[in-house]
Structure formats: C-alpha cells, structure tokens
C-alpha cells in the first residue's frame, strides 16, 4: 500500500519505530477508501513549515491536520477554519463521515507522564471500511504495534453516535479489528 507523509507530500519510506525512537512515531494517520496512506510522525514536530502561506512551529495537532487539509484536501476550506479556530475534532469525524480510517497519537510525552504511561492512541474506523482500506490498515500495525494502548472506536452511526469502542494492546488492536470485521462478515451469510 501506498503512504504518503503529508507534511512533505513525499513517499513515506522510513522503518517503523520503536518505544526507544519517538521521532519516528506516528502523529496522524488517515486511510482514504482507496487504501492510500497520509502518514506524519513526531519528526515534524519543532520544525517550521507553511500554512496557508504563514510560517509556524509545527507541533500541536491542529498543526498537522491543517497541512493535511491544505496538502490534500484543499476544497474542505471550512475545515480548514475549524482548524484555525483549534477544533481537531470536527475534521477529524468530517473524515470518518467520508469514510476515512484515522489513527491520532495522544500521547503526553513530557514530564513523568510518558514513562509511566507510555504510548497511547485511537483508531477510528468509518460506518464500512472498504477491503482495500482494511489491507493498508495491515501495514499500518507495524507503525502503531509497540504501543501500550490504542482505543479502537468501530462506528456504526455517526449521526447518533453509536460505536462500539475497545482498548487493546498495540500489537493486538488492528488484528482484533480485523478478526472481528472477517467474524462480522461470516455471521452475515
């Protein structure tokens, strides 16, 4: 599967990190239904890119996922102000609503808060993943699996807010979804 780092816009093509490299942690991830992969990790994090034609210091979430807008989704101009405004959560679920898979790192990694917690994140899965999108959600684990804890949220209406949600180890999270996705699959026949 294709990844992209969406900060640079070029082919992502570093090895997984670990618990140890924290530069290479993954900050945002989305999986579009094509099954292609727009990827950043904490290495942009202190560096100076371009928003909208305005130099900043990339290291807060809103950071990220206005240059994902403004790279990739340039006519979503409204969340593009939502952004501006520091809501990461409405473009966030406006990308599950087009069917979009999205892995964010919460984690905390100052003070004493990592090393006692470690690494943490959500994995937001739309209403119907497509297959291809569940194939690159494989090749993603290799990125998320050293992490402590991932919540996974599976969607199943967005307008009630109904999901079914679970917290897994990172190195089981993605092969319990897709072991209940192939089980859900198999219970419909």
Excluded: W
Aim: contains cysteine; negative net charge.
């Amino acid at each position: 599967m294709q990844m992209i780092d969406f900060i640079s816009k070029n082919i992502y093509l570093k090895e997984p990190g670990t618990i140890d490299n924290i530069k290479s942690h993954p900050k945002f991830a989305l999986i579009n239904p094509e099954g292609i992969i727009l990827y950043a990790d904490l290495s942009n994090d202190g560096k100076v890119i371009s928003i909208g034609g305005k130099e900043i210091v990339c290291n807060q979430h809103q950071n990220y996922l206005a240059k994902l807008v403004e790279n990739f989704y340039p006519e979503k101009t409204e969340l593009l102000e939502k952004i501006k405004q520091g809501n990461v959560y409405a473009p966030i679920y406006e990308f599950l609503k087009d069917g979009n898979i999205v892995f964010n790192n919460i984690t905390t990694y100052e003070g004493p808060t990592f090393f006692l917690n470690g690494v943490h994140g959500q994995l937001l899965i739309p209403i119907n993943p497509t297959d291809i999108q569940k194939e690159s959600l494989k090749s993603l684990d290799q990125y998320v699996n050293y992490f402590r804890e991932i919540e996974v949220k599976e969607y199943q209406d967005f307008e009630k807010n109904i999901k079914e949600t679970y917290f897994e180890n990172g190195s089981e999270a993605i092969k319990n979804y897709l072991a209940r996705q192939q089980e859900y699959g198999q219970s419909r026949h």
